[in-house]
């Protein structure tokens, strides 16, 4: 079956710091990729996507590229900022539904 | 703007009481989701449906049933509320036309469900 595993957080960082978050999938077929982002107290909202190989989600700053010779979707941002405090999930999606990974909680301190 | 709006943002209700959570979409979506949401866990889909009186379970229906009698609503109903289904659910509805892995799906604030 489908599934998503992304690195456990929290992940600490300093404001301008460089991020990575892994997220690697196992999938038949050819899945879209998604990066959701929840903001305390709110649901989810799409961060960026990617629907074929090699193509490059961005958003925000925040950027990731589809591998499939990795199955990877890694998220990256340059230089964080407090506001991009908040829980990352990586999903992907065949047809309709979508397979969540348990979300990566990212903190940035001023 | 896609709104998903569902009906209350905290809930209480003890054990063994019917609990009903309603959801809402303004953008005529073909199809709705309900998710529940647990620390470590992630997101799990417990229904969907793709039309009006049609449903399909998630990976986790067990203790759930939902209703979809218009377009725009989606409800989750708890027939028998226990304490390991205190959780957060989430809705969300997406299009279905168009290519189907592509259309994102657009999420309500959350219901954060506590049974007693």
């Known amino acids: 079956g489908n599934s998503v595993t992304q690195m456990e957080g929290p992940v600490t960082l300093s404001e301008e710091a460089f991020l990575t978050i892994n997220c690697t999938y196992t999938a038949t077929g050819y899945p879209s990729l998604f990066w959701y982002v929840q903001y305390p107290g709110e649901g989810l909202q799409l961060l960026l996507k990617?629907?074929?190989?090699?193509d490059k989600g961005s958003n925000k700053g925040f950027e990731a590229t589809y591998r499939k010779e990795t199955t990877s979707f890694h998220l990256e941002k340059g230089s964080v900022q407090v506001s991009d405090s908040a829980v990352y999930f990586c999903?992907?999606?065949?047809?309709?539904?979508?397979?969540f990974g348990k979300g990566t909680m990212l903190l940035v301190s001023p | 703007d896609v709104k998903v709006t569902q009906s209350s943002r905290y809930l209480v209700k003890r054990t063994g009481e019917k609990v009903f959570l309603e959801c809402v979409q303004d953008m005529d979506h073909e199809n709705m989701f309900w998710y529940r949401q647990d620390p470590g866990l992630g997101l799990r889909l417990i229904y969907f449906s793709y039309d009006v009186k049609m449903k399909e379970k998630g990976d986790i229906p067990e203790g759930y049933s939902v209703s979809r009698e218009k377009k725009e609503r989606f409800s989750l109903i708890l027939e028998s509320a226990s304490t390991n289904q205190t959780s957060m659910y989430l809705c969300?509805?997406?299009?279905?036309?168009?290519?189907?892995?592509?259309?994102?799906?657009?999420f309500g604030p959350g219901t954060r469900l506590t049974v007693l």
């Open positions: 999903a992907l999606k065949r047809y309709s539904t979508l397979t």
């Open positions: 990617a629907t074929k190989a090699d």
């Open positions: 969300a509805s997406s299009l279905s036309t168009g290519t189907p892995d592509y259309n994102e799906q657009f």
